[in-house]
Structures are given as C-alpha cells and as structure tokens.
C-alpha cells in the first residue's frame, strides 16, 4: 500500500510494535481521540448555523470565558475516553481539578492519564478562524489498582509516551508523535476517514516566521524586545515575516510546515507567562523535538520542568531550532 493511502487505524496498527509498553491499550487510546475528534469536528463545522456559538454563560478555572463549543469538546473527548474503558484519569483545562476513572467492575487497572486542551484557540471560534484539540499521554506513576493521584498528572514532559493534536480547518488534520518521530492525517470528510497525508513532518532548521503578539510588546521582557527587533533587522534573509493567528494550534502547524518560531513570552500583564504547561506546552514541545525543532522557557528545556500545579503557566518559545536558540541567546544576553 501507498504510504500516504494508508488509514490512520492502519498505521496505528503497523506501529503498535513501537511502544514501549505493547498491550494495546496506548492504539485504542489514539484511536478514542481520533472518534471524538470526528465528532467534534462535525460540530465546529457547522458552528455558524446553529447555536452552538458564543459563550456558555460560565468561566474555567482560568477565569476565562467558556465557549459552547468549549464545553461540549470537552465533554465529548471526557466522554469518549471513559467509555472505552482506556484510562485512569483525564485533566483538562476546562476543569479545576482531574478525574478519577473507574473500570466498569470498580477497578483502577487502566494505566494511562490523558491531559487536554479540548478546543485551543476558542476566542476564534466566533469569526471562523482554525481551533484546535491538544493531548498529552502518560503512563501512571502510581500503583495500578489504586486510584490515581496528582502526582500522576504532575510528571515532567519528558515522561510523556504519546502527544498531539488536532486542527479544525480548511482540511481536519491530527497530527501525534508517540516518541517515533511526527505524523499527520487528513480527515475524509466524505467517508470519515483519516488518511496519512503528512508523514514524518519535520520542522526547517531555520525559519523566516516569528508569531508573536506584538500588540504587548511595551509589557515584554528585554531579552524578547531584543530579538523581535533582531527579527525586524534588514539584514542577510531578514527581516522575517511576522504571522500571528492567536490559535496555538494553527500557529504551530503552521511554523512546522513552513520553519518558524512561535513566542508566548512572560510580561508584565502575565508574569508566569499564560500557556499552560502540561495542556499546551509539553504536549507542543514533544512534537516538535520529534520533528527536529526545539521547545524552551527562554532558558531551558520544557519538556524538563517540573510541574508543580495542574493549571500552571509557563512562558514558551518553540519552533525550529536555529531561530529558538537565537531567541535564548538574546534572553540570556538581557538577563546578565
């Protein structure tokens, strides 16, 4: 079979051998995503025609506006989860605080906890821009059979064993990583089938794209006001291209295809920063260093921190791997 004719139910199939831990359950787990992702994507694609838009009349633990379509993403990838009977625990940054799941004869012998963006960039969803699902996959730390704590879902991006996400766009697209480089597969919405359109994605080296939003730019940090005005620079293949979509989801698949960095620094208005590590972060920073590029703080590695807080904001710098090192390099220079 063609490699890009190839389903997405086949691939997970053929690649079952590359877990770590082959029993099965880490493909019925990707295989959840993907059905809920279809429904969800049935949703937003028919947004503007019924009412499903515009705020649900209550806030997350963010404090943040929840969208309808927020809450039924949410729900619908909680939901899906459950009754596949996959995993232990889900967190979500819809929630304030995880889920404990049970089995169906009250037993807690699932070994996976799932952490999820249910719909990235949801301010958008109300003039038609992309949005997106994020998922980050652990195995659990805790004994199998107890039920799982915090410290199952507080574990350092390193641990991950699966990540990604899905883009409801022009074309729904999943793409996800399980430690054996990155994917992408096309949804047929005619026939509901997610094909292999994008194998073995690869961040460029370099880039001529940096996303940032600008608009704070008086609020940023020296070292990331030095290094946009470095990218502003009429010098050799600069200045860059500034694009900035406001949907994580759409900026990073963006800047994998094309090579670029995408920049949510600290500032004063957010002084930890405002993605959030173990929804957005690390699940973002493993596919990208699956696909050659880099994920940092402005210092250091994401995938290392140690989270401390199931809703915790980090500042994030992501994207190929020449461009983020020069932006550390920059906040390095501004930190002496």
Request: overall charge negative.
């Given at each position: 079979?063609?490699?890009?004719?190839?389903?997405?139910?086949?691939?997970?199939?053929?690649?079952?051998?590359?877990?770590?831990?082959?029993?099965?359950?880490?493909?019925?787990?990707?295989?959840?995503?993907?059905?809920?992702?279809?429904?969800?994507?049935?949703?937003?694609?028919?947004?503007?025609?019924?009412?499903?838009?515009?705020?649900?009349?209550?806030?997350?633990?963010?404090?943040?506006?929840?969208?309808?379509?927020?809450?039924?993403?949410?729900?619908?990838?909680?939901?899906?989860?459950?009754?596949?009977?996959?995993?232990c625990?889900?967190?979500?940054?819809?929630?304030?605080?995880?889920?404990?799941?049970?089995?169906?004869?009250?037993?807690?012998?699932?070994?996976?906890?799932?952490?999820?963006?249910?719909?990235?960039?949801?301010?958008?969803?109300?003039?038609?821009?992309?949005?997106?699902?994020?998922?980050?996959?652990?195995?659990?730390?805790?004994?199998?059979?107890?039920?799982?704590?915090?410290?199952?879902f507080?574990?350092?991006?390193?641990?991950?064993?699966?990540?990604?996400?899905?883009?409801?766009?022009?074309?729904?697209m999943?793409?996800?990583?399980?430690?054996?480089?990155?994917?992408?597969?096309?949804?047929?919405?005619?026939?509901?089938?997610f094909?292999?359109?994008?194998?073995?994605?690869?961040?460029?080296?370099?880039?001529?794209?940096?996303?940032?939003?600008?608009?704070?730019?008086?609020?940023?940090p020296?070292?990331?006001?030095d290094?946009?005005?470095?990218?502003?620079?009429e010098?050799?293949?600069?200045?860059?291209?500034?694009?900035?979509?406001?949907?994580?989801?759409?900026?990073?698949?963006?800047?994998?295809?094309?090579?670029?960095?995408?920049i949510?620094?600290?500032?004063?208005?957010?002084?930890?920063?405002?993605?959030?590590?173990?929804?957005?972060?690390?699940?973002?920073?493993?596919?990208?260093e699956?696909?050659?590029?880099?994920?940092?703080?402005?210092?250091?590695?994401?995938?290392?921190?140690?989270?401390?807080?199931?809703?915790?904001?980090?500042?994030?710098?992501?994207?190929?791997?020449?461009?983020?090192?020069?932006?550390?390099?920059?906040?390095?220079?501004?930190?002496?």
């Open positions: 079979m063609e490699e890009r004719n190839k389903t997405l139910g086949e691939f997970i199939i053929e690649k079952q051998e590359d877990f770590q831990y082959s029993s099965g359950e880490l493909s019925r787990l990707i295989n959840s995503i993907r059905l809920a992702a279809k429904v969800v994507n049935y949703k937003v694609n028919k947004a503007g025609l019924v009412d499903i838009v515009g705020a649900a009349g209550a806030q997350n633990v963010q404090g943040e506006d929840q969208q309808k379509l927020d809450v039924f993403a949410n729900d619908t990838f909680i939901q899906t989860l459950i009754n596949r009977e996959i995993v625990g889900i967190a979500s940054e819809e929630s304030d605080d995880f889920i404990v799941i049970k089995g169906q004869d009250e037993s807690h012998n699932n070994k996976y906890v799932v952490l999820m963006d249910p719909l990235d960039g949801s301010s958008n969803i109300d003039v038609n821009v992309s949005v997106g699902t994020i998922f980050s996959v652990y195995r659990r730390i805790t004994p199998i059979g107890t039920p799982v704590t915090l410290e199952d507080l574990q350092p991006g390193v641990n991950q064993v699966a990540a990604g996400y899905v883009i409801y766009g022009t074309s729904t999943l793409v996800y990583t399980t430690g054996r480089g990155v994917n992408g597969f096309t949804l047929n919405p005619a026939i509901g089938t094909y292999l359109s994008h194998p073995n994605m690869q961040f460029p080296k370099d880039g001529t794209i940096y996303s940032i939003n600008e608009g704070n730019y008086v609020h940023f020296q070292g990331v006001k290094y946009i005005k470095y990218c502003q620079l010098e050799g293949d600069r200045p860059y291209t500034s694009r900035y979509i406001g949907s994580l989801v759409s900026d990073i698949h963006r800047n994998m295809i094309k090579g670029g960095i995408y949510y620094p600290t500032s004063s208005k957010a002084p930890s920063g405002k993605l959030r590590l173990l929804y957005e972060c690390n699940p973002m920073a493993f596919l990208a699956q696909a050659g590029g880099k994920a940092s703080d402005g210092f250091g590695r994401i995938m290392e921190i140690q989270p401390t807080e199931l809703h915790q904001r980090v500042p994030f710098f992501c994207g190929s791997q020449n461009m983020v090192e020069k932006a550390e390099e920059f906040m390095k220079k501004a930190s002496n």
